[in-house]
């Protein structure tokens, strides 16, 4: 078995080791409901849907994954394991991506235990089903794009507080970067080359689409590319904390 998989399964199993685990499904699906059926307006809309689910997922995501994600590395300089992790015959990379995954995995059963939503909406109406699928994949895909983001900031600091706050800052950026109050600070004196790369890297602009139902692969390779670029800064953080 590859080593990262051993990690992946090492963490995956130890988030429910503690109460937390199940603290955060149930404040997930919780915060859920309330924002589709409260805040989304489900039934108001009259529309056999789930684009009132998808539509807080953004803002959701901005306080949970940093949550999720900041024991992943703070929490071993914490406590002195990561010495002993960084004595064993693991690659830095296996060791970032099996944290990761076990953190991604975790918040796709959080997603999908949502799946009563979908049994709801059909039983309403006659719904998009692929248009589901695509926003439960869009939103997947978000939650590793904070928690990519977050993971990079836990490898900086063995603070679980300063960790968070330093992850839900880093990942609010990347939300507002497409909004009209982000954009008018650059407007002035940026080309509009640059005002397009900002407005590029926003995960609003690029989850809305998908949660439609709209697939643009370029949407899915800027996930997958943010992912993979925090992931590799993770390994590049270790190193350097190594050095040290």
Same mark, same amino acid.
């Given at each position: 078995?590859?080593?990262?998989?051993?990690?992946?399964?090492?963490?995956?199993?130890?988030?429910?080791?503690?109460?937390?685990?199940?603290?955060?499904?149930?404040?997930?699906?919780?915060?859920?409901?309330?924002?589709?059926?409260?805040?989304?307006?489900?039934?108001?809309?009259?529309?056999?849907?789930?684009?009132?689910?998808?539509?807080?997922?953004?803002?959701?995501?901005?306080?949970?994954?940093?949550?999720?994600?900041?024991?992943?590395?703070?929490?071993?300089?914490?406590?002195?394991?990561?010495?002993?992790?960084?004595?064993?015959?693991?690659?830095?990379?296996?060791?970032?991506?099996?944290?990761?995954?076990?953190?991604?995995?975790?918040?796709?059963?959080?997603?999908?235990?949502?799946?009563?939503?979908?049994?709801?909406?059909?039983?309403?109406?006659?719904?998009?089903?692929?248009?589901?699928?695509?926003?439960? /994949?869009?939103?997947?895909?978000?939650?590793? $794009?904070? *928690?990519? @983001? =977050?993971?990079? !900031?836990?490898? #900086?600091? %063995?603070?679980?507080?300063?960790?968070?706050?330093?992850?839900?800052?880093?990942?609010?950026?990347?939300?507002?970067?497409?909004?009209?109050?982000?954009?008018?600070?650059?407007?002035?004196?940026?080309?509009?080359?640059?005002?397009?790369?900002?407005?590029?890297?926003?995960?609003?602009?690029?989850?809305?689409?998908?949660?439609?139902?709209?697939?643009?692969?370029?949407?899915? /390779?800027?996930?997958?590319?943010?992912?993979? $670029?925090? *992931?590799? @800064? =993770?390994?590049? !953080?270790?190193? #350097?904390? %190594?050095?040290?």
């Amino acid at each position: 078995m590859k080593h990262w998989r051993i990690i992946l399964e090492r963490e995956f199993s130890g988030y429910f080791a503690t109460p937390l685990a199940y603290v955060f499904l149930l404040t997930f699906l919780v915060l859920s409901g309330l924002f589709t059926f409260y805040l989304g307006g489900f039934y108001e809309s009259e529309q056999a849907n789930l684009q009132p689910f998808f539509t807080f997922h953004p803002w959701l995501y901005l306080f949970l994954m940093p949550a999720l994600a900041m024991r992943l590395w703070s929490e071993e300089r914490k406590s002195g394991t990561i010495e002993l992790l960084m004595t064993l015959a693991i690659r830095r990379r296996e060791m970032v991506w099996g944290k990761f995954l076990a953190a991604w995995l975790f918040a796709g059963l959080a997603l999908g235990l949502t799946f009563p939503l979908v049994f709801t909406v059909n039983f309403l109406g006659d719904p998009d089903n692929g248009a589901i699928l695509t926003g439960y /994949l869009g939103s997947w895909l978000l939650a590793g $794009a904070y *928690l990519a @983001a =977050s993971s990079f !900031v836990s490898a #900086l600091s %063995k603070n679980t507080v300063l960790a968070f706050i330093g992850a839900l800052g880093l990942c609010f950026i990347f939300v507002v970067s497409g909004h009209a109050l982000v954009l008018d600070a650059f407007t002035n004196w940026a080309p509009q080359w640059w005002l397009d790369m900002v407005s590029s890297m926003s995960f609003l602009t690029r989850f809305q689409a998908i949660s439609r139902g709209v697939i643009d692969v370029r949407d899915v /390779l800027f996930f997958l590319s943010f992912i993979l $670029a925090w *992931l590799v @800064a =993770s390994v590049i !953080v270790l190193e #350097l904390k %190594k050095a040290d």
